[in-house]
């Protein structure tokens, strides 16, 4: 059994209608836009993914799509002050796809990192988070390099459980803690080193969702074909999708590289 888009659209549009609420759908993108018309602030929810992990979840994946939505909105009206939370400051990884600017136009602090990748940072509130743009910064007086050092530190505090799992010879490592920042540690420097270290063959690594970061250890040429249909897997099913694409990391450095046809990867120029 499987779940159409109009289906979704219909659930989704009835558990988050409300007022001062403005929901619209966009046909070409399958996305639905939830708004507070107060504030003209609002969320876009693509579903595709979610119709995905509706088929392995069913009403769970439904549910959690829309705490998430309520727990945003719910901060986006909210007075929020980064004084005294310094300590919930963090990076987060997105697509280059995804916006610069908030929904009123202001600039949110963005770094570049890589082709296919920006580095934003958030306020983490327990339940969601708030993307930190230029207005937060200088209501605060506070400047973008002591988020960005911030961020950088509490990222390094976090735990980094892996999993391991090996394949037709080649060692997969995946770290899922659903934290919000699973993707966001290929911002550390020292995890990426550590990898580095301990594999025997060839360093690749993926950040297909948000939720999700692999480390394979590629030694030979099938591991490549394993790895892209494990990134494209976790790509479709994310509630936030991030690339498809992996990157070698080689002397400190990430380079986005496609996986083509006979396992034969081709470095993004």
């Given at each position: 059994m499987k779940m159409s888009v109009t289906t979704l659209k219909k659930i989704l549009e009835q558990r988050l209608a409300g007022d001062n609420r403005k929901i619209t759908f966009n046909r070409d993108k399958d996305e639905l836009r939830v708004e507070d018309t107060k504030i003209k602030k609002g969320i876009n929810i693509s579903l595709p993914p979610i119709i995905g992990k509706w088929e392995k979840e069913r009403d769970h994946a439904i549910d959690e799509v829309v705490y998430y939505v309520e727990e945003a909105l719910k901060a986006?009206?909210?007075s929020i002050e980064l004084t005294g939370?310094?300590?919930?400051i963090f990076p987060v990884i997105r697509s280059t796809s995804f916006p610069k600017r908030t929904d009123t136009g202001g600039e949110m602090l963005v770094d570049e990192h890589t082709a296919e990748t920006r580095i934003y940072y958030a306020l983490d509130l327990g339940n969601t988070y708030r993307l930190i743009d230029e207005n937060m910064l200088a209501k605060e007086n506070w400047e973008p390099n002591m988020i960005r050092e911030m961020a950088k530190f509490n990222l390094r505090s976090l735990a980094n459980p892996l999993k391991k799992d090996s394949v037709r010879g080649n060692d997969f490592y995946f770290l899922n803690t659903n934290d919000g920042y699973d993707a966001s540690?290929?911002?550390n420097e020292n995890l990426l080193k550590e990898m580095e270290e301990k594999v025997e063959g060839k360093l690749a690594i993926s950040i297909p969702h948000q939720d999700v970061l692999i480390?394979?250890?590629i030694k030979n040429d099938i591991g490549y074909d394993i790895l892209a249909q494990m990134?494209?897997?976790f790509f479709t099913n994310g509630a936030i999708p991030i690339t498809a694409l992996s990157f070698y990391y080689e002397d400190g450095k990430l380079e986005p590289i496609f996986?083509?046809?006979k396992n034969r990867p081709?470095?993004?120029e």
């Open positions: 986006m009206t909210s939370q310094e300590k919930n540690r290929i911002l480390f394979a250890d990134t494209m897997s996986i083509m046809a081709i470095r993004k």
